[in-house]
């Protein structure tokens, strides 16, 4: 297997580390929320730096950096700026004024009642013109109090002056944006864009991308995307571009608002980054590598960390190959396997290494190849060979898990280490019951806590106490996790789960006390400590990823990682999230490397006047792999990450 230099190389490269170059790191992989990007800002607007048009001179720019690119020039071409009433409103027309003072045809068309009064002045100075869509708005110059036919008619206008430009400047909302797009820019976006659903074509290089005109360049955020949630609440235009202005905002990292950006740019406004916590944190490499322990003079086989795993099954029986054998490639001493004869056979047969049955483990990986006993409960027959065998696998996954159940919410136990009056009424479920004694329960806990870190997976969800701790990693595909919010008692299906995933792994996490990876394109990892939750995300995969058996071996992946950082969990759980996420960026690692893919579910943005720093360009899906061609990926993933 060969592969050349890769992103992970550059990456790892430019962590070097100077303090402009680790500026840059946590500028391109960390995204703040909208109160934070505001309070950011505050200084630097209290100072009088003029934040709006720096914000409008470098979108200008990139139109005009885009449009070199593409070899579209000449005095003719057309630009419409979907103009809000709000200060994104204002950077579209300033950047509006950039372009019609080089001779562009361009239009504004004002999507509410009003314009930003001194972005308007310069607009109009400039030689730009004003189209208005609103009956009832106030905008100096333009017609008012006209019909409900001519506004109607202003607006299929519009619409299609829009469709005939060569550039667009979504300039409608951005941080300012309050849930789904209402009104005029709803119908504006709506005719030129898509209705909450992600665009279709999110896995195509870029040499396919952007032939189509007009150019959607988006300001900030394209508008009406959930800007802190990364959800499509509704109406939206797909951007082809998006310039984003003082820090990155979750929605260019989080599923599915991430997919509609387009080519970000970032423009660093010198905001204190460190006045405020990231909300999201994108895996990179030199993140990733922190997870790896290296090799010591002295180590042992246990020392370096002993993997058990409970996966696999009579009916699934590759689980428990791919979950071993993934494991074991990833940088530990041993693989001990516990299961049904069949799948020990094969397990054994692939990894002659295996050590079967029960023994000291520093992590655990259950599920996996599991058949949910949910779904299938209703028709299992007790004759039934399979059903009998698959109950191995699921009684033995119960008892473990037994161990990890706590008497209440890990947040409610962190609350009462302040609390002197503690009340039993207060413990939600479980193992405390009427009666019980309190220190039992606490005895109990504190056993839990201690327990090894484990990633329950698959059949084993169905399996998860109501009240975990966070070293318990659940990491379900959207389908497995809408099942374990609909038990927990918010019934949903896959396709909420697609359409919010922040929100349900969040929520998921809330709920249980685990660390919940949610995998998908991006993945998202949310984990809640001292009731702060910690959200990282990876977009390391390329599409070809999804396979069957690829969630089998980031079950062995992350196993894997944990099992060699236990000291470190024991010291501090909160690195739980980190590891699961590192597990999740060497597993699409391992996939690109084994498709020979440089496509990957997030590209990282361009950083404004870093003028040799262009994220790599996507040209090839690669070919298609199964999980075992992963497997073999991972040591070249190790090697790289050093
Ligand atoms: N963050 C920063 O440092 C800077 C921010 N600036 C810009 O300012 C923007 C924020 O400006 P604002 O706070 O004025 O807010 P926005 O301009 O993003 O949004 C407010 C406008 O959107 C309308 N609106 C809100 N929700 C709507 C919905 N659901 N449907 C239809 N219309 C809706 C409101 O009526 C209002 O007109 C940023 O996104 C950015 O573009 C820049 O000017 C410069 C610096
Ligand atoms: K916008």
Known sequence: MAFTESQADSERNGA????????????????????????????????????????AQAAARTVLGVLADKGIDGDDLRVTVLAGAGDNGGDGL??????????????????????????????????????????????????????????????????NYARESHVVLDAMTGIGVTGALRGIPAALASSLGLDGE????IAVPDAQRTTELPIVVAIDTPSGVGVDDGSLPGAYIPADYTVMFGAMKPCAMLPPAAYALGHVTLVDFGFDLDSADPAVEMVNAPFAAEAIRPCQKEDSKYRRGVVGLVTG?????????LTSLAAAH????????????????????????????????????????????????????????????????????????AHYALSRAEDVLDDEEHDSSRSPERYVTGRFVDGDDLADAERRDEAAFAMPPIVVDAGALDLLPANVPSQVVLTPHAGELARLLTRLGHAMDADDVTARPLYCAKLAARLTGATVLLKGAITIVAGSFGGAMRVLVSGRAPACLATAGAGDVLTGIVAAL??????????????????????????????????????????????????????????????????????DAIPFVFDELG
């Open 330 to 401: 990833s940088n530990i001493g041993m693989v001990r396997y516990m299961g049904p004869s069949r799948p020990q056979d094969l397990v054994l047969h692939a990894l002659p290494e295996a050590v079967i049955g029960k023994g000291r483990v520093e992590a655990w990986g259950v599920g996996s190849g599991v058949p949910s006993t949910f779904d299938e409960h209703q028709e299992r027959d007790e004759e039934d060979a399979d059903a009998v065998q698959r109950d191995l696998q699921t009684s033995t996954i119960s008892a473990l898990l």
């Open 198 to 201: 992600p665009p279709e074509d």
């Open 313 to 321: 099954s009579d009916q699934y029986p590759g689980a428990a190959v």
């Open 16 to 55: 070097s580390s100077t303090a402009a170059t680790e500026r840059m790191q946590t500028l391109l992989y960390a995204a703040w929320d909208t109160a934070a990007v505001r309070s950011m800002e505050q200084p630097l607007l209290a100072q009088g730096v003029p934040l709006m048009t720096m914000a």
């Open 562 to 631: 944990l099992a060699q950082q236990d000291d470190q969990i024991y010291e501090d759980p909160a690195c739980v999230p980190e590891i699961a996420a590192a597990g999740a960026y060497l597993h699409g690692r391992a996939a690109a490397i084994a498709s020979g893919s440089d496509q990957r579910g997030w590209v990282r943005p361009r950083l404004y006047g870093a003028e040799d720093d262009y994220p790599l360009p996507v040209t090839s899906t690669g070919h298609p792999i199964v999980a075992g061609d992963v497997i």
């Open 94 to 159: 300033y950047a509006g004024a950039y372009l019609a003072a080089r001779g562009y045809e361009v239009t504004a068309i004002a999507t509410g009642r009003t314009l930003h009064a001194s972005a308007l002045d310069r607009f109009v100075q400039s030689g730009g013109r004003v189209w208005n869509l609103d009956p009832s708005s106030d905008i100096p110059g333009c017609p008012t109090g006209f019909t409900a036919g001519e506004a109607g008619r202003r607006l299929e206008a519009a619409v």
